[in-house]
């Protein structure tokens, strides 16, 4: 029974530290100079500027999860960059499948992605009644290749 006891305990302390270490780890990715500046810039409105700022600081860091996920929700709600943000919640999720704001990430990148699919709708005219064969296969044809380059993306 005490091993048993002492076995619950070691998991949960393992638990903490990991959690602990995460925290810290995204602590440390938002304290970079160019990270405090872009979060300053949305702060104050100024989008263009943030936007920026974040893709230096992912491309600067490529692995700081806290900048690509704030690039994703100013590409979705401020440019309507639909197809942009996408791509960088598919980054995030494969660099922090398991994060606090995995979710949220998930549930972002399915609005952006129902987003896409209308904008792709009426590019195509895929609306209206009077769609011809050749128009629905160019419609399936670039939803596939972006599918092709989603799940590459979910692979590296």
């Avoid at 810290?24 to 409105?45: P, Q």
């Avoid at 922090?96 to 990430?105: F, G, L, P």
């Avoid at 896409?116 to 590019?123: D, G, I, T, Y």
């Amino acid at each position: 029974m005490k091993i048993k006891s002492l076995c619950l305990i070691l998991a949960i302390a393992g638990l903490a530290a990991c959690d602990n270490s995460s925290a810290k780890a995204r602590k440390i990715e938002r304290e970079s100079r160019t990270y405090v500046m872009a979060m300053n810039d949305y702060r104050a409105g100024r989008m263009e500027q943030a936007i920026k700022g974040f893709r230096k600081v992912i491309k600067e860091e490529p692995h700081n999860t806290s900048a690509r996920f704030q690039l994703a929700y100013l590409l979705q709600e401020s440019k309507k960059n639909y197809l942009e943000a996408v791509w960088c919640y598919l980054e995030y999720l494969s660099q922090s499948a398991n994060s606090d704001k995995a979710k949220h990430a998930k549930d972002r990148l399915e609005m952006c992605e129902r987003e896409l699919a209308k904008e792709l709708a009426v590019k195509y005219g895929l609306l209206g009644k009077d769609t011809s064969k050749e128009e629905l296969q160019k419609a399936q044809t670039e939803l596939d290749n972006l599918k092709g380059r989603f799940a590459d993306v979910e692979r590296n």
